[in-house]
Nanobody
């Protein structure tokens, strides 16, 4: 059974930092794109960041560019999201996503695997 487990969420003050991690089990995603999406209360789920299999193609939403850094460790089957300079508008449930297609450049949510999500709350 494939499972994506997020960790590292919580509450942080405005301007602070958090590091989210996603651990995959049940299969390897070393040849697949992975990414992060988020959903704030009352809003639609939105793209945050994507990383392809060899970390050669990385994309960010404009709202997080320059503040968030996505990375992965294929040997460990994990992916991280370092979030700095956090703002209240970053408050959301963050989801880890793994694309089942072999070697796409950017993660797609079609037929993707999703984690359960982890809450990130940014406030003063």
């Amino acid at each position: 059974q494939v499972r994506l487990a997020e960790s590292g969420g919580g509450w942080v003050q405005i301007g602070g930092s958090l590091r989210l991690s996603c651990a995959a089990s049940g299969r390897t995603f070393a040849e697949n794109a992975m990414g992060w999406f988020r959903q704030a209360p009352g809003k639609e789920r939105e793209f945050v960041a994507s990383i392809n299999w060899d970390s050669g193609y990385i994309y960010y939403a404009n709202s997080v560019k320059g503040r968030f850094t996505i990375s992965r460790d294929n040997a460990e089957n994990t992916m991280d999201l370092q979030m700095n300079s956090l703002k209240p508008e970053d408050t959301a449930v963050y989801f880890c996503v793994a694309d089942p297609r072999p070697r796409p450049i950017v993660v797609s949510t079609e037929n993707a695997y999703w984690g359960q999500g982890v809450q990130v709350t940014v406030s003063s």
